[in-house]
C-alpha cells in the first residue's frame, strides 16, 4: 500500500506536469512570488513573471507544457490588457489628443517599417513578402508595460492616452497588412476580398458602437443591484466582441480594445465595478499572459548557429531603434518632456501579441522560416524586458515633476480633504457614497465619514445600536470599491445640530446630503433641517438626489448664476463638477454669463482640466423658470445656489430645493452651498447668531417683496383712476 502511495504521488509529480490542480497552484505560486522577490532587486514585477514562464516552460525546465488551459488563461489575460486599454482611456482627453495620437500612429508605424524592409529585404535577404511581413510586425506594440503606469497613476498623462490612441491605430492598419499578405499568399487578392474585408470591418464598428452602448445603458439600467451580473456582463461584452472581430477578418485583441472603448462611459474609474475588473485582471489573467509569453521562448535557438544569433540580434535591434526613433518624432512634434518620450517608447517598444499573431501567421503560411520564428520570439523576450524598464524608470520620473494626475488641483482644494455623508435613508446610501468616492480628492489621507445621528430620547441607545448596525452595510459595500471609510454614530437633540457638530469635529470641508423631503407644519414652525444645517455651517454643501442610476445621463446640466465665481468655495465645486464629469464621461453645458464662463475657462487652463464643456449664455436671472427649456429628461442637473447674504445670492433662491424637486422631479439633481467666510469667531454663538441673522435678513425680504407687491397695486390703481 505504501509502495502504491508512494507511486501515487511520484506520478503526480512528474514533469512535464499534467495534474491541472498542481499547474493552477504552481502558477499561481509564481504569481504570488515572483513579483515580491524581484521588487528586493529593482527589476520590474512583469519581466519576473516573464522569466518565470522561460524557466518553467517547455524550453525551459520543461515544468509546464501548453495546454488548452494556459492558452485559455494567457488569451482572457492578453484581451483584459486590451480591454483595461480601452476602458481607462481618458475619452475627453483622447478627444482633444485624437490628433496628437493620429500622428503618433503614423510615426509608430511608419517609421519601423521604413527602417525594417530595407533591412530584411538586403542585409536579411528575405523576399518581398516575407520582407513586408516582417517590417510590418516591427511596426506592432502590445502593451505589456500598461500595468506599470497603471500602478504609477500616470494612466491619464497625455503621453500615456496618445500611446494607448496609436496602439489600436497602428495595430488595426498592421492586422489588416497581415490579412492582405496571406490572401496573397493564397492568391485570393481579389475584388471580392477587400469588398469583404470592408464591409465585415463596418459591420463590427456598427455593432460595437451603435448596438453594445445601447445594450450595456438599458442593462444598467435595469439590473441596478445586482453587481455580480454587472461583471458578468462586461467579461460576455470582451469576448464577443473579440469573437466578432475575429469573425470580421481582425484579431480578438481589436475586438476587447473597442469593447473597452464602447463601455467606457458606463464604468467610472472609481466605482466598484472598475475595482473588480482591475483587481481580478491583475491578479490572475493578466500574470497568466505574461508566464505564457516567457513559455513561447526558446533560448536553445541561439545556439543553433551563427544565422538564428544574427537574425535574433538584428530583428530586436531593428524593432527597438525604429520605437524610439518613432518617441523621438512625437516628442519633438509637440514638445513633450524627456520622461514622456520614455513613457512613450516604454508603452510602444513591447512586442508580444499582435506580433506573435503576424509571425504565426506567417510560419502557418509558409511565408517566413525557422530562423524569422525563433528570432521573434527572442526579440518578444528582450523589448518586453526593455519596455518594462523603461516605462518603470520613466513614471518614476513624470510623478516625480508632479504630472500623475489628469486633474491637478489647487493648493487649496488639495491636502487633507474630508467629507462627511449623512445617512438618513439606507435605500440612497449606495449611490451616494458611490458620488462621494468619485468626487473626493485621490491624494487626501483621510476616509469618507459616514455619519448617522440619533435622537436624544428615551429611545436613544436602542436607536443608537441600530444605526450602528446599519454603518455595518455601508462599510461593507464601501469595501467592495476599497473606498476607505469611518463610520460615525452619534447622538443629539436636533439631527441637523448633530450633523454640524460633526462636520466641526472632524473639521470637515463638504457635507453630502439627501434630498430635502417634504416637511410638516411642526418641521416648518421650528425650521427646516436643510436650512438648519446651511446656518450652522459655513463649508460645501451638495444636496443630492440620484432617483437613477448615473448611465441614464447624458450630459451634465450646471446651472451657474453671476458672482458665483466670487464665493469662497467655487475652486472646490468647480473642481468637484470636473472629477465627477471625467469620472462619468459626460459633457457638460454650463449655464452661464459671460464672467462667470471666463473665470471657470481659467481655472480648467489653470488646472489642465481635459473636460467636455460648452456654455449657453443666460441673463434672465430674475426668473428661473427661464432656464427650463435648456434641460433635458436625461440631463444630471446641477444647480449652484448660495447661502442667504452671500454675494451671489438671488431671492430666487429662496425654496430653491422645492421649486427644481417640482419642475425638474425626473432628473438626477444636485443643489450646490459653496462654503463662506465664517460668520462669527465665536464658536458656542455661531449657531445662535448665525440662524437669528439669516432668518431676520429673509423675512426682512419677504417684507420687502411684499411691501413692494402692494405699492405696485396701488400705483397701478393710481395710474388707471387718472
Same mark, same amino acid.
Given at each position: 500500500?505504501?509502495?502504491?502511495?508512494?507511486?501515487?504521488?511520484?506520478?503526480?509529480?512528474?514533469?512535464?506536469?499534467?495534474?491541472?490542480?498542481?499547474?493552477?497552484?504552481?502558477?499561481?505560486?509564481?504569481?504570488?512570488?515572483?513579483?515580491?522577490?524581484?521588487?528586493?532587486?529593482?527589476?520590474?514585477?512583469?519581466?519576473?513573471?516573464?522569466?518565470?514562464?522561460?524557466?518553467?516552460?517547455?524550453?525551459?525546465?520543461?515544468?509546464?507544457?501548453?495546454?488548452?488551459?494556459?492558452?485559455?488563461?494567457?488569451?482572457?489575460?492578453?484581451?483584459?490588457?486590451?480591454?483595461?486599454?480601452?476602458?481607462?482611456?481618458?475619452?475627453?482627453?483622447?478627444?482633444?489628443?485624437?490628433?496628437?495620437?493620429?500622428?503618433?500612429?503614423?510615426?509608430?508605424?511608419?517609421?519601423?517599417?521604413?527602417?525594417?524592409?530595407?533591412?530584411?529585404?538586403?542585409?536579411?535577404?528575405?523576399?518581398?513578402?516575407?520582407?513586408?511581413?516582417?517590417?510590418?510586425?516591427?511596426?506592432?506594440?502590445?502593451?505589456?508595460?500598461?500595468?506599470?503606469?497603471?500602478?504609477?497613476?500616470?494612466?491619464?498623462?497625455?503621453?500615456?492616452?496618445?500611446?494607448?490612441?496609436?496602439?489600436?491605430?497602428?495595430?488595426?492598419?498592421?492586422?489588416?497588412?497581415?490579412?492582405?499578405?496571406?490572401?496573397?499568399?493564397?492568391?485570393?487578392?481579389?475584388?471580392?476580398?477587400?469588398?469583404?474585408?470592408?464591409?465585415?470591418?463596418?459591420?463590427?464598428?456598427?455593432?460595437?458602437?451603435?448596438?453594445?452602448?445601447?445594450?450595456?445603458?438599458?442593462?444598467?439600467?435595469?439590473?441596478?443591484?445586482?453587481?455580480?451580473?454587472?461583471?458578468?456582463?462586461?467579461?460576455?461584452?470582451?469576448?464577443?466582441?473579440?469573437?466578432?472581430?475575429?469573425?470580421?477578418?481582425?484579431?480578438?485583441?481589436?475586438?476587447?480594445?473597442?469593447?473597452?472603448?464602447?463601455?467606457?462611459?458606463?464604468?467610472?474609474?472609481?466605482?466598484?465595478?472598475?475595482?473588480? /475588473?482591475?483587481?481580478? @485582471?491583475? %491578479?490572475?489573467? +493578466?500574470?497568466?499572459?505574461?508566464?505564457?509569453? *516567457?513559455? =513561447? $521562448?526558446? #533560448?536553445?535557438?541561439?545556439?543553433?548557429?551563427?544565422?538564428?544569433?544574427?537574425?535574433?540580434?538584428?530583428?530586436?535591434?531593428?524593432?527597438?531603434?525604429?520605437?524610439?526613433?518613432?518617441?523621438?518624432?512625437?516628442?519633438?512634434?509637440?514638445?513633450?518632456?524627456?520622461?514622456?518620450?520614455?513613457?512613450?517608447?516604454?508603452?510602444?517598444?513591447?512586442?508580444?501579441?499582435?506580433?506573435?499573431? /503576424?509571425?504565426?501567421? @506567417?510560419? %502557418?503560411?509558409? +511565408?517566413?522560416?525557422?530562423?524569422?520564428?525563433? *528570432?521573434? =520570439? $527572442?526579440? #518578444?523576450?528582450?523589448?518586453?524586458?526593455?519596455?518594462?524598464?523603461?516605462?518603470?524608470?520613466?513614471?518614476?520620473?513624470?510623478?516625480?515633476?508632479?504630472?500623475?494626475?489628469?486633474?491637478?488641483?489647487?493648493?487649496?482644494?488639495?491636502?487633507?480633504?474630508?467629507?462627511?455623508?449623512?445617512?438618513?435613508?439606507?435605500?440612497?446610501?449606495?449611490?451616494?457614497?458611490?458620488?462621494?468616492?468619485? /468626487?473626493?480628492?485621490?491624494?487626501?489621507?483621510?476616509?469618507?465619514?459616514?455619519?448617522?445621528?440619533?435622537?436624544?430620547?428615551?429611545?436613544?441607545?436602542?436607536?443608537?445600536?441600530?444605526?450602528?448596525?446599519?454603518?455595518?452595510?455601508?462599510?461593507?459595500?464601501?469595501?467592495?470599491?476599497?473606498?476607505?471609510?469611518?463610520?460615525?454614530?452619534?447622538?443629539?437633540?436636533?439631527?441637523?445640530?448633530?450633523?454640524?457638530?460633526?462636520?466641526?469635529?472632524?473639521?470637515?470641508?463638504?457635507?453630502?446630503?439627501?434630498?430635502?423631503?417634504?416637511?410638516?407644519?411642526?418641521?416648518?414652525?421650528?425650521?427646516?433641517?436643510?436650512?438648519?444645517?446651511?446656518?450652522?455651517?459655513?463649508?460645501?454643501?451638495?444636496?443630492?438626489?440620484?432617483?437613477?442610476?448615473?448611465?441614464?445621463?447624458?450630459?451634465?446640466?450646471?446651472?451657474?448664476?453671476?458672482?458665483?465665481?466670487?464665493?469662497?468655495?467655487?475652486?472646490?465645486?468647480?473642481?468637484?463638477?470636473?472629477?465627477?464629469?471625467?469620472?462619468?464621461?459626460?459633457?457638460?453645458?454650463?449655464?452661464?454669463?459671460?464672467?462667470?464662463?471666463?473665470?471657470?475657462?481659467?481655472?480648467?487652463?489653470?488646472?489642465?482640466?481635459?473636460?467636455?464643456?460648452?456654455?449657453?449664455?443666460?441673463?434672465?436671472?430674475?426668473?428661473?423658470?427661464?432656464?427650463?427649456?435648456?434641460?433635458?429628461?436625461?440631463?444630471?442637473?446641477?444647480?449652484?445656489?448660495?447661502?442667504?447674504?452671500?454675494?451671489?445670492?438671488?431671492?430666487?433662491?429662496?425654496?430653491?430645493?422645492?421649486?427644481?424637486?417640482?419642475?425638474?422631479?425626473?432628473?438626477?439633481?444636485?443643489?450646490?452651498?459653496?462654503?463662506?467666510?465664517?460668520?462669527?469667531?465665536?464658536?458656542?454663538?455661531?449657531?445662535?447668531?448665525?440662524?437669528?441673522?439669516?432668518?431676520?435678513?429673509?423675512?426682512?425680504?419677504?417684507?420687502?417683496?411684499?411691501?413692494?407687491?402692494?405699492?405696485?397695486?396701488?400705483?397701478?390703481?393710481?395710474?388707471?383712476?387718472?
Amino acid at each position: 500500500m505504501n509502495k502504491n502511495f508512494f507511486e501515487h504521488i511520484a506520478h503526480a509529480f512528474e514533469i512535464p506536469l499534467r495534474n491541472s490542480v498542481l499547474i493552477f497552484s504552481l502558477i499561481l505560486l509564481i504569481i504570488l512570488l515572483a513579483p515580491i522577490l524581484l521588487r528586493k532587486i529593482k527589476i520590474p514585477g512583469i519581466i519576473g513573471l516573464i522569466l518565470s514562464g522561460v524557466i518553467i516552460g517547455p524550453h525551459g525546465l520543461n515544468i509546464l507544457e501548453r495546454s488548452s488551459a494556459v492558452d485559455l488563461f494567457s488569451t482572457i489575460g492578453l484581451l483584459y490588457i486590451m480591454f483595461i486599454a480601452g476602458l481607462e482611456l481618458d475619452m475627453n482627453e483622447f478627444r482633444k489628443t485624437r490628433h496628437k495620437s493620429l500622428v503618433f500612429g503614423f510615426f509608430t508605424f511608419i517609421i519601423p517599417i521604413i527602417i525594417g524592409y530595407p533591412v530584411c529585404y538586403y542585409v536579411l535577404g528575405f523576399d518581398v513578402g516575407s520582407s513586408i511581413l516582417v517590417s510590418s510586425m516591427f511596426a506592432t506594440h502590445t502593451l505589456v508595460a500598461y500595468p506599470v503606469v497603471n500602478s504609477y497613476g500616470i494612466s491619464k498623462n497625455q503621453a500615456v492616452a496618445i500611446t494607448i490612441g496609436g496602439t489600436i491605430l497602428t495595430d488595426t492598419a498592421v492586422l489588416i497588412i497581415l490579412a492582405v499578405i496571406v490572401g496573397s499568399s493564397q492568391g485570393e487578392l481579389d475584388q471580392q476580398f477587400w469588398i469583404r474585408l470592408t464591409i465585415s470591418f463596418a459591420v463590427f464598428l456598427g455593432i460595437m458602437f451603435g448596438i453594445i452602448p445601447k445594450i450595456a445603458k438599458w442593462f444598467f439600467q435595469r439590473v441596478e443591484s445586482e453587481k455580480t451580473s454587472h461583471y458578468i456582463f462586461v467579461l460576455f461584452i470582451v469576448f464577443f466582441a473579440a469573437f466578432i472581430a475575429e469573425v470580421s477578418g481582425l484579431e480578438p485583441i481589436i475586438g476587447a480594445f473597442v469593447a473597452g472603448l464602447a463601455l467606457n462611459k458606463f464604468i467610472p474609474h472609481s466605482s466598484a465595478l472598475m475595482n473588480r /475588473i482591475e483587481f481580478i @485582471g491583475n %491578479a490572475i489573467f +493578466i500574470p497568466f499572459f505574461l508566464i505564457s509569453v *516567457g513559455m =513561447i $521562448v526558446d #533560448i536553445k535557438v541561439l545556439y543553433k548557429g551563427p544565422e538564428a544569433l544574427i537574425v535574433a540580434g538584428t530583428l530586436t535591434l531593428v524593432a527597438v531603434c525604429g520605437k524610439w526613433i518613432a518617441a523621438w518624432f512625437t516628442q519633438i512634434s509637440f514638445k513633450y518632456s524627456a520622461a514622456q518620450r520614455q513613457v512613450i517608447f516604454g508603452l510602444s517598444s513591447a512586442h508580444a501579441a499582435a506580433t506573435l499573431a /503576424i509571425i504565426m501567421v @506567417g510560419y %502557418a503560411n509558409d +511565408i517566413i522560416d525557422e530562423n524569422v520564428l525563433n *528570432g521573434t =520570439i $527572442v526579440l #518578444i523576450l528582450v523589448t518586453c524586458i526593455v519596455a518594462s524598464i523603461a516605462t518603470e524608470a520613466a513614471s518614476k520620473k513624470v510623478v516625480l515633476a508632479g504630472d500623475q494626475d489628469a486633474v491637478t488641483e489647487e493648493k487649496d482644494v488639495l491636502g487633507d480633504e474630508h467629507i462627511l455623508v449623512p445617512i438618513a435613508n439606507l435605500n440612497n446610501m449606495e449611490i451616494l457614497l458611490d458620488f462621494a468616492t468619485m /468626487i473626493k480628492n485621490k491624494k487626501s489621507p483621510h476616509p469618507v465619514t459616514i455619519l448617522s445621528v440619533v435622537p436624544n430620547n428615551e429611545l436613544a441607545e436602542e436607536n443608537l445600536k441600530k444605526a450602528k448596525k446599519n454603518l455595518d452595510s455601508t462599510a461593507k459595500y464601501a469595501s467592495g470599491s476599497e473606498v476607505e471609510v469611518n463610520m460615525m454614530a452619534t447622538i443629539d437633540y436636533n439631527i441637523a445640530g448633530g450633523i454640524s457638530r460633526a462636520s466641526r469635529e472632524i473639521m470637515a470641508d463638504s457635507i453630502l446630503l439627501g434630498w430635502p423631503s417634504q416637511v410638516g407644519i411642526i418641521e416648518k414652525m421650528v425650521g427646516e433641517k436643510t436650512e438648519s444645517i446651511l446656518n450652522r455651517t459655513d463649508i460645501n454643501i451638495f444636496m443630492c438626489h440620484f432617483g437613477k442610476p448615473f448611465v441614464s445621463n447624458d450630459r451634465i446640466t450646471l446651472v451657474c448664476p453671476p458672482m458665483a465665481e466670487d464665493e469662497k468655495g467655487f475652486s472646490y465645486w468647480l473642481n468637484k463638477i470636473a472629477r465627477f464629469a471625467l469620472e462619468l464621461t459626460l459633457p457638460i453645458s454650463c449655464i452661464a454669463n459671460i464672467r462667470s464662463e471666463s473665470a471657470i475657462l481659467a481655472y480648467f487652463k489653470r488646472n489642465k482640466i481635459s473636460c467636455n464643456i460648452k456654455f449657453v449664455l443666460h441673463k434672465e436671472w430674475d426668473d428661473l423658470a427661464t432656464i427650463k427649456h435648456y434641460v433635458k429628461d436625461t440631463d444630471l442637473l446641477i444647480f449652484v445656489s448660495a447661502r442667504i447674504g452671500e454675494v451671489s445670492y438671488n431671492r430666487e433662491f429662496d425654496g430653491i430645493p422645492k421649486k427644481l424637486g417640482r419642475k425638474y422631479e425626473n432628473n438626477n439633481r444636485i443643489l450646490i452651498y459653496p462654503s463662506r467666510r465664517p460668520t462669527s469667531t465665536f464658536d458656542n454663538y455661531d449657531e445662535v447668531s448665525a440662524m437669528s441673522v439669516n432668518r431676520g435678513y429673509s423675512h426682512l425680504q419677504k417684507m420687502g417683496r411684499g411691501l413692494g407687491s402692494i405699492l405696485k397695486i396701488k400705483n397701478k390703481g393710481k395710474f388707471n383712476d387718472q
